[in-house]
């Protein structure tokens, strides 16, 4: 139950894109459809953001894009806005009913 | 409202023991899998335990397996963490976590706001 790896910081102007890699193994990322994003803002819960590799919850917007491939799940946010600025992490399930997070990746907005 | 209120934090001796609650309301909580996850101070995420809607299926972090015990009573729409021999490392902002389905697979849609437990002599 090693953490995923993510950078740990990315950065974009606001309008611009930035991608968020989330690496895993065999036995998590590449094993399952089951990689999820969460936002988080300082001092608050974790949101969820995108399900099951590339679905998003209602109310989250279109800007934010996941997929996978091989070991490797990605996060996508297009059209960069000041709210987007927070820490993401990603989650895989990991088999025998447990989860793991990746190291969490700060996105600043320039 | 759609709610998650956790309890039961607090400041423990190393060795010692804490139960968490958490208390679901909003939602039918037996339709639903359901998880504790951490976040020590300035740290990030990490996945503690999870349970299936009928406590068939339940799975554990390495770094807690053996101490800690997660349980649920449908009938109280509560979740439960039983933490036994607390070391300094489980020091933590403790979230409960709603899955969006029934099995242990991990996609948390709905979070409370965290109960803190700070081991320390």
């Known amino acids: 139950q090693s953490a995923l790896t993510q950078p740990r910081s990315v950065s974009g102007s606001p309008g611009q894109s930035v991608t968020i890699s989330c690496t895993g193994t065999s036995s998590d990322v590449g094993g399952y459809n089951y990689v999820s994003w969460y936002q988080q803002h300082p001092g608050k819960a974790p949101k969820l953001m995108i399900y099951?590799?590339?679905k998003r919850p209602s109310g989250v917007p279109d800007r934010f894009s996941g997929s996978k491939s091989g070991n490797t799940a990605s996060l996508t946010i297009s059209g960069l806005q000041a709210e987007d600025e927070a820490d993401y992490y990603c989650?895989?399930?990991?088999?025998?009913?447990?989860?793991?997070f990746g190291t969490g990746t700060k996105v600043t907005v320039l | 409202e759609v709610q998650l209120v956790e309890s039961g934090g607090g400041l423990v001796q190393p060795g010692r023991s804490l139960r968490l609650s958490c208390a679901a309301s909003g939602f039918t909580f037996d339709d639903y899998a359901m998880h504790w996850v951490r976040q020590a101070p300035g740290k990030g995420l990490e996945w503690v335990s999870g349970?299936?809607?009928?406590?068939?299926?339940?799975g554990y972090a390495d770094s807690v397996k053996g101490r800690f015990t997660i349980s649920r009573d449908n009938a109280k729409n509560s979740l439960y963490l039983q933490m036994n021999s607390l070391r300094a490392e489980d020091t933590a902002l403790y979230y409960c976590a709603k899955d969006m389905g029934i099995a242990v697979v991990g996609a948390f849609d709905i979070w409370g706001q965290g109960t803190m437990v700070t081991v320390s002599s």
């Open positions: 989650c895989s399930y990991a088999g025998s009913y447990t989860g793991v």
């Open positions: 099951d590799v590339s």
């Open positions: 349970i299936s809607w009928n406590s068939g299926s339940i």
